[in-house]
Structure formats: C-alpha cells, structure tokens
C-alpha cells in the first residue's frame, strides 16, 4: 500500500503537493463555516486522485474530528451551543456509530451509497425556507431514534454525520441553522471518535503527505469557523456548501 501511494505521488507529484491541500482548505472552510467537518468533501477530494480508500479513511475521520472540533469551539464561544439540544442525539449515535463502522464494503458501492446519502442535505439546504421557524421544544425519543439511525449510516459511511443532523434540527424545529451547526460539530467529533476506536489506533498511517492535508484543513476550519461563527450570512454559504455538495455527489455516484 505505502508503495502504491509513493507510486501516485511521483506521477501526480504538483496535483497531490498543491492541489488537495488547496481543495482540502476550501472544502473545510466550508464546511466548518456551517459547523461541519467536512468528510465527504475531502473524500470526495481525495477520490478524484485516486488514493486508495485503506489510506485515506482513517486520515480523513483524523481531519474530520480536527475541523468539527474547531467548529465546535468557535459556535460554542460564539453562544450558540446548548447541550439540552445535544445529548438526546449523542447517547444513540456513539455506540451506533461504533456498530456501523464494522460493516465493510467495496469501493463502488461504498462511493454510490455516500452519493446517494448527500441528496438529503443538498435537497434541504436548497429548499429550507429563508423565514426563520419558531423554535419547538426537543422531543427526547424522536430525537434518540435519529441519532441512532444517523451514527449507524455515519460509522458505515465513514463521516461524522452534521449533513444529516443540521437538516433533521432545522426541519424538526428544535433549532436554528447555528444552533444545529454547534450540535452537529461536537456530534461529528463523537461519532468520527468512535469510528477510529472501531478501526484502531493502528489504522492511521500520518506521513508527510497526510500532515500536508491535515495543516491545510486547519488552516480552512479556522477561518470557516470563525467566519461562520461571527460573521458569515448562513444563508449564502448554504447555497455554497449545496453547490459542494452537489459536486460531490456526482464524482462519487458517477465515478
């Protein structure tokens, strides 16, 4: 496998040193800019320059975790978290995402699934109201039934699973945009956790090339999330983020 990756370096040497980290600090500007970590962009990245899934799945759940914490923290200080709204969600979807990281797949049919699973959010993101909707109190097992069901598709996808959570907060009524981006930052750090515990320690192999990923996803997570945070109208990265996604899904079911 090393030999492999050092084998895809050398032929696409400018497209692995410039353009993946380039694509990885825009995906993860975006997606911490709504509270996400932002997976499924950088695997649909790193797809696109066929990496090898046995290398990029943990370095990815790495990154993800990294971002989502980033985010977490910047809509947290930015008085938008509220663990009552969180933990229903969190205490199904650990364990679940722990179980569905066990199941394994082949590479065409684990990219046609994660396509598929990026409809949701995008038709959401497209179609949610701009009128903002009163806010409902959280019903506590209709809440505990989506975070199982969302841990279990997120461990088998290999994401945290924010693209699924956000919109169910959002469309339920239980929060606003940044109130679901807080939750579904510190979610996606609890479920890409788990998902490591499930594949190992001895699963992730950082090199260079990884730390160059890693360095310039935290560069984009942290303007994002800041921005997102404090300055950014959602409404417009929503569009954004839709238009990523959008890209996204067509590379994965597609290709």
């Not at 709504?34 to 990029?56: D, M």
């Not at 959002?170 to 998902?195: E, H, P, Q, R, Y």
Request: hydrophobic residues 55%; proline residues 4%; contains cysteine.
């Amino acid at each position: 496998m090393v030999a492999y990756i050092c084998f895809i370096a050398k032929r696409h040497h400018l497209l692995v040193e410039i353009y993946i980290p380039v694509l990885l600090f825009i995906v993860a500007f975006l997606y911490a800019s709504v509270g996400h970590g932002g997976a499924s962009g950088y695997i649909a990245v790193i797809t696109l320059f066929e990496i090898p899934k046995l290398f990029y799945k943990p370095v990815v759940l790495v990154i993800n975790t990294v971002i989502a914490g980033i985010a977490f923290i910047q809509f947290y200080r930015a008085g938008y978290f509220k663990w009552k709204l969180a933990w229903p969600f969190l205490i199904t979807s650990i364990p679940c995402a722990f179980i569905g990281s066990q199941f394994k797949t082949g590479d065409n049919l684990y990219n046609l699934l994660l396509g598929a699973a990026l409809l949701f959010p995008i038709f959401r993101l497209l179609s949610q109201p701009v009128k903002v909707k009163p806010i409902k109190p959280l019903q506590l097992m209709p809440a505990m039934c989506w975070g199982a069901a969302i841990g279990l598709v997120s461990g088998f996808l290999n994401i945290g699973g924010g693209i699924f959570l956000s919109p169910v907060i959002v469309l339920m009524g239980w929060g606003n945009t940044k109130d679901a981006a807080a939750v579904s930052s510190l979610f996606i750090v609890c479920n890409s956790l788990a998902g490591l515990a499930a594949d190992g320690a001895a699963s992730i192999h950082f090199n260079a090339t990884a730390y160059t990923w890693l360095a310039a996803a935290v560069a984009g997570g942290l303007a994002g999330a800041y921005f997102g945070s404090r300055r950014f109208n959602l409404l417009t990265v929503r569009y954004i983020l839709a238009i990523v996604l959008c890209i996204a899904a067509a590379k994965l079911i597609f290709t």
